[in-house]
């Protein structure tokens, strides 16, 4: 079974937003998205995206967070993914969604040419009346 730990970052004091960056990190007040880490105490330039980043050494372009243990860092790792995999879904969830309005806007002008049909049908229907009472009077 993968690492399954919980990173609760509700109600976390000085955290901007819910986003798990905040259990490890705290906002330097008055900066860009500068963070210092809880575990190290380094500050991570660059938002909490990065900082995430220095938790789960994702990259070279960032300092590797010398404190974090393996099972932390993997289920960081697994919880990441997951949140990337649901933001997949939701983008193909919305192209779904998408294309559904626009086969509705295909239905849509369907419906617009009957309308329309109509509309001329009656149109012609009372030009015949009219002509039928026009010559009815001419009698
Ligand atoms: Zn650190």
């Known amino acids: 079974m993968l690492p399954r730990k919980e990173f609760p970052t ?3 004091e000085g955290a901007p937003s819910n986003d798990i960056g ?8 008055n900066t860009k998205g500068n963070v210092v880490c809880k575990l190290c105490d380094k500050v ?18 960032i300092a590797s967070c010398p404190n974090v243990t393996g099972v ?3 289920s960081m790792m697994n919880i990441l993914k997951e949140s990337n995999t649901k933001k997949i879904d939701k983008k193909r969830r919305k192209d779904e969604f998408l294309s559904q309005l626009r086969d509705e806007e295909d239905e849509h002008e ?3 040419d009957e309308v329309f049909d109509i509309k001329q049908a009656t149109r012609e229907s009372i030009q015949s009346q009219h002509e039928w ?4 009077e001419l009698k």
């Open 72 to 74: 932390l860092r993997e």
């Open 133 to 136: 009472h026009r010559r009815e």
């Open 44 to 61: 991570v330039k660059g938002g909490i995206t990065r900082f995430k980043e220095h938790i789960v050494h994702k990259t070279d372009n």
């Open 110 to 112: 369907e419906f617009i």
């Open 10 to 12: 509700k109600g976390l």
């Open 22 to 29: 905040w259990h490890f990190g705290t906002l330097v007040p």
